[in-house]
């Protein structure tokens, strides 16, 4: 099983200090960042739906080898538009052509249910963007059933796992898996702020107990994996490259059938060198 752990964004002012080093910009984050990890999940995208140019732009500043998991806007997951699908499957085919996408994320917000009108927009995402690799984290408790899984596994959707706290109706924390990938995401234990801001619902710094508890589960899951994905989205205070760096020394040699995957620092797909000042 081949372990590839990175984080959810990667362009954070606060990254500054705590991961980054004193003075980085922006338009230098990406190098840096790939110095660390080999995959990242872009967040931006779920705000603002991204266009080919600019996914293909990101794809060459990053070194070959490198993988993207790419968020749907929230015009796709959260008001289940049809109107952004054409746009986003082109600038995804993209990061496809150079051979640096992992698939792309459906988050759903908590108050979608499980419902016959749901599903249904799901199995349209599944149609449209199936050769991208959908994966899909839901929210709201109503999904955790046997079913559902079932259905994902037919789809050939990825089933995402969450780290959440334990609160009333949200989906629980825990390894689920729908195929031969896993997809984790840590988010924060934090009950009392998880209905707060952004920033402050991902402010959270993960002990040692808990990433060793998630090495456990991976060490559990190796005979029915293929590959997983392990993204920090406690982003607040630079806390998730951080805690994706610990996880990446925890799990390095856990036994000879898991693989971590190292950082790209070889050349960019532009042809230079992988570094802090590209």
Known sequence: MQVWIGTSGYSYADWVGPFYPAGTRPQRMLACYCRFFPLVELNFTFYRPPTAPMLDRLGRQTPDGFQFLVKMPRSLSHEESPHDLPGFRLAVAALARQGKLSGVLCQLPQATHRTHKHTAWLERLADELGAYRVAIEFRHHSWAHPDVTEWMRRRQLDLVSVDVPALPNLYARGLVQSS???????HSRNAANWYASGAERYDYDYDHTA??????????????????????????????PVNARQMQALTKGLQASIEIVEPFTGKTSRGGQASLFD
């Open 180 to 186: 031969e990938r896993v997809y984790i995401r840590l």
């Open 211 to 240: 990433l060793s508890d998630w090495a456990t589960l991976l060490t559990d899951a190796t005979d029915r994996t293929e590959k997983a994905y392990m993204l920090f989205n406690n982003c607040a205070d630079g806390h998730a």
